[in-house]
């Protein structure tokens, strides 16, 4: 039966923290930091499939292609951040040769017509291997995320090598506007699955492909924060919070036994506990708590403004002050409290990557993802000495 904040609770043994490795910052590292996300192997997979894909397009027509160097690729890269911070509203207007809107650093890195070229190429995949994956398209062998596939697994794994998160962790969604044409039911937009430290340090991330990837035969959410929420990577004792899209029964049960969970709970889903005559309404009084214990499961009903539901399996039924200007306080869930303070993560992320970023219009998405793996290398290097 539902209780309020009279009836006793029972009090479980809390996880122990136990890391894989020590949390924060992981050795060696230099002052360069940003520099050892795209090292020299990803500056050299740039150049090659950038300088394969123009002799491939222009085969048997007279043109005369001068091939990327790495040492250009780190140039245009430099630019890319350097536009960040100065922002124009198109690229041709950073070579301007007028003297009162001239900008004179980028016309001595390089040529307008050549970081125009440069852009225009750029390619992250074997243009050879994107043929073959091209014509596996209607089968289940086809991978719609090759063309970018090389960097966001190398993007991956330097995000969790550089730095092994704390004990507090959100999962939620970003979504990074697009114009390109994308085989998505949302045309505009290109849709990630992240894993971020409080702080805001992406740990790590998937790209969505669609509903036609799920793996576990379970929702979306179980499969998304399954893949994410790696214990053989973090080890046990943390604690993961995130909204009610990715919140079941299910998923709590298989991971509750090495991690803390605590989330906003949806009424009505298969495997929640509901009552009709225990329902918080309207009228019901602000700071009202209604609570209901399965086992190590707490499911937590608490009126603020509207109903705010929690389930959760590390804290006992405590009550803390919630201030307000017009009274003293009123009781709140603990659960209610952590999740305020700890569910920031990804909203402090993102917030740090749209400041200053390096995203320009294009017409082909695999840019506008490499743009934004840009973005999270420079922004992890920015939260790494912090």
Same mark, same amino acid.
């Given at each position: ?38 090292? =020299? ?54 070579? #301007? ?10 016309? +001595? ?68 506007? +697009? ?42 959410? *179980? ?15 943390? @604690?993961?919070?995130? =909204? $009610?899209? *990715? ?6 049960? *298989?991971?509750?036994? =090495? ?14 506990? +509901? ?37 959760? $399996? ?11 200007? +017009? ?19 990804? =909203? ?7 400041? $200053?970023?390096?995203? #320009? ?14 973005? @999270? ?10």
């Amino acid at each position: 039966a539902w209780k309020t904040t009279l009836d006793p609770d029972i009090t479980f043994p809390l996880l122990k923290f136990k890391p894989k490795r020590a949390p924060g910052v992981q050795p060696p590292l230099n002052s360069h930091l940003s520099t050892q996300v795209f090292f =020299d192997e990803v500056l050299k997979l740039l150049c090659n499939n950038s300088n394969n894909a123009v002799i491939n397009h222009c085969s048997g027509r007279n043109f005369a292609w001068r091939q990327i160097t790495i040492e250009e690729i780190k140039k245009y890269l430099g630019l890319l951040l350097y536009m960040a911070l100065l922002e124009l509203p198109k690229v041709s207007d950073f070579w #301007r040769k007028n003297k009162i809107f001239y900008v004179p650093l980028p016309s +001595t890195v390089m040529s307008r017509n050549r970081f125009m070229v440069i852009s225009s190429n750029l390619h992250i995949s074997d243009p050879a291997e994107d043929a073959l994956n091209d014509q596996k398209k209607g089968t289940g062998d086809h991978d719609c995320l090759h063309r970018v596939r090389p960097l966001l697994e190398i993007m991956r794994n330097r995000c969790m090598a550089f730095y092994h998160p704390k004990q507090h962790l959100s999962v939620d969604y970003r979504m990074v506007a +697009t114009k390109a044409r994308i085989a998505k039911p949302t045309k505009w937009e290109l849709k990630f699955f992240v894993l971020v430290d409080v702080n805001g340090y992406t740990v790590d991330f998937s790209l969505y492909q669609g509903k036609s990837t799920a793996v576990s035969g379970n929702r979306l959410s *179980y499969d998304v924060v399954t893949s994410l929420v790696s214990k053989d990577y973090l080890g046990s004792g943390y @604690i993961i919070y995130f =909204d $009610n899209f *990715y919140t079941s029964p299910v998923l709590f049960r *298989y991971l509750s036994r =090495d991690l803390g969970l605590v989330a906003l709970n949806q009424q009505g889903r298969v495997g929640v506990p +509901t009552a009709a005559e225990y329902a918080l309404h309207r009228r019901s009084r602000r700071g009202s708590i209604q609570w209901i214990r399965e086992d190590y499961l707490l499911f937590v009903k608490w009126m603020d403004t509207r109903e705010v539901s929690i389930c959760a $399996n590390v804290h006992p039924v405590e009550t803390v002050l919630r201030w307000k200007k +017009t009274e003293d306080g009123k009781h709140q869930k603990l659960p209610v409290g952590q999740y305020n303070k700890y569910m920031g993560g990804v =909203d402090n992320s993102d917030q740090m990557l749209g400041t $200053n970023s390096t995203k #320009r219009r294009t017409k082909r998405w695999p840019v506008t993802v490499f743009q934004h793996f840009l973005d @999270i290398a420079v922004t992890n290097s920015f939260m790494l000495p912090r």
